[in-house]
Structures are given as C-alpha cells and as structure tokens.
Nanobody, 118 residues
Framework: QVQLVESGGGLVQAGDSLRLSCAAS????????MAWYRQAPGKEREFVAV????????YYSDSVKGRFTISRDNPKNTVHLQMNKLKPEDTAIYYC???????????WGQGTQVTVSS
C-alpha cells in the first residue's frame, strides 16, 4: 500500500505564505504524478496544481497561478506546495493525490487545513 501524509497547514493572515508538504511511503509506485487539490466548505474538491507524469511539467489552476508553486523532492518521495500571497478564498482543506502506473486507483492523503483570515 501507498500512504500520503500532508503537513504544513495552519491559520495565517491574507498576504502571508505557507508551505505544504506531502510525503509518500509504502510500496514502490513506479512512474507517478502527484497533485494538490483543495476543498472549501460547501464546495466540491478542485484541482490546484500537478506535476505531470515523470515530473517534467507543472500545471496550475487559474486561481493560484503566479502565487503557488509545486515542487518535488524525488529522493524523499515528497511534493511541496509553496503558497504565497494567500487570500481568504484560499481557505480550504488541501489534499495531495498520487496516480501511479502500478496502482489500480489514485491514492489521497488525509488533508491539511489552511485558513486565511482577512
């Protein structure tokens, strides 16, 4: 099995920064991609950022482009999300997701809460 553990969430003020981390552990998972999603209260889970298969490219949602940066530490099987210039509308539970060629279904972490006060 593969487990994902997110960390780094918290309560900050608008304009502040946070860095989320997602560490993957367990069995080997070959070629994979990792992404961040978020879910605000009363809303559906939405895409935030992703490393494509092989980690060659990154994509971001329009709402975070230019403010958030996804990065990865391959030896540690960890992906980070640097979030700058945070806004109240960024308040959500942030989840990381792993898709692998060796897994039948994606793996989700338990989520980490990010709250941005105005």
């Amino acid at each position: 099995q593969v487990q994902l553990v997110e960390s780094g969430g918290g309560l900050v003020q608008a304009g502040d920064s946070l860095r989320l981390s997602c560490a993957a552990s367990g069995r080997t998972f070959g070629t994979y991609r990792m992404a961040w999603y978020r879910q605000a209260p009363g809303k559906e889970r939405e895409f935030v950022a992703v490393f494509t298969w092989g980690g060659e490219r990154t994509y971001y949602s329009d709402s975070v482009k230019g403010r958030f940066t996804i990065s990865r530490d391959n030896p540690k099987n960890t992906v980070h999300l640097q979030m700058n210039k945070l806004k109240p509308e960024d308040t959500a539970i942030y989840y990381c997701k792993l898709d692998s060629t060796q897994l039948d279904s994606p793996v989700w972490g338990q989520g980490t809460q990010v709250t941005v006060s105005s």
